[in-house]
């Protein structure tokens, strides 16, 4: 079974500076899909940013961008220019390719921004 | 175009009843999903429906628990006999089959409190 794995529950950063969140997966598939969720308090799941596995270039959302290493199994979340917005609990997930659509997630990490 | 919706958004009850929640997913996503959130956890994936039809189910999802679709729309949970572990945030998400990266797109979740 595949597993994600956030080794950080908790980050702060000074607005307007760059924060890196990690995350780890293990899976046995070549085809899959990694996702990076935001949870703010109270408030419903958002999407932030998607990466399809078969592509080797990082995505990149506006102020968001991720670190792709499929070898090393390794999927984390940069945030520059932090805004007190980005405050929330991020979710790593993960989606397997062909017929398997469940999305996997992490535990997630907490990210606080410091006025 | 409105996003997924879920109602009630919250729901206190007692021990040993039943409870209901329904999802109604972006009108044309054909796939819809369920997940459980605890306190200080990730998602945790329940059930997913395409169209009308219900194709997985985890292990998580006990004989207590039921859902449907039908007409390939809305969708229901039902928990029978209701435990005080069942208290969790249910999140319904839906998407489109064929699209990109198949992302899922969620509600704002039913919180779900058993005394």
């Known amino acids: 079974a595949q597993t994600v794995t956030q080794s950080q529950p908790e980050m702060s950063v000074q607005e307007a500076e760059t924060v890196t969140l990690s995350c780890t997966y293990d899976?046995?598939?070549?085809?899959?899909?990694l996702f990076w969720y935001k949870q703010p308090p109270s408030r419903q799941m958002i999407l932030v940013i998607r990466?399809?596995?078969?592509?080797?270039q990082n995505a990149t959302e506006n102020r968001f961008s991720v670190n792709f290493q499929k070898a090393a199994k390794s999927f984390s979340l940069k945030i520059s220019d932090s805004q007190l917005g980005d405050a929330a609990m991020y979710f790593c997930?993960?989606?397997?390719?062909?017929?398997?659509?469940?999305?996997?997630f992490g535990k997630g990490t907490l990210l606080t921004v410091n006025p | 175009d409105t996003g997924v919706s879920q109602n009630p958004r919250h729901k206190i009850t007692k021990r040993g009843q039943n409870v209901t929640f329904r999802c109604d997913p972006i009108?044309?996503?054909?796939?819809l999903y369920w997940y459980r959130q605890t306190l200080g956890q990730g998602p945790e994936f329940l059930t997913y429906?395409?169209?009308?039809?219900?194709?997985?189910k985890s292990r998580l999802l006990s004989d207590r628990f039921s859902a449907e679709r039908p007409k390939g729309s809305f969708s229901t949970l039902e928990i029978q006999r209701t435990e005080q572990g069942d208290s969790a945030m249910y999140l319904c998400?839906?998407?489109?089959?064929?699209?990109?990266?198949?992302?899922?797109?969620f509600g704002p979740g039913t919180r779900l409190l058993v005394l």
């Open positions: 997930a993960y989606k397997g390719g062909g017929s398997n659509y469940k999305l996997t």
């Open positions: 899976t046995s598939e070549s085809d899959y899909y």
């Open positions: 009108s044309e996503h054909n796939r």
């Open positions: 998400a839906s998407s489109l089959a064929g699209a990109a990266s198949e992302t899922q797109y």
């Open positions: 429906f395409q169209n009308e039809a219900q194709l997985e």
């Open positions: 990466q399809e596995a078969y592509k080797q």
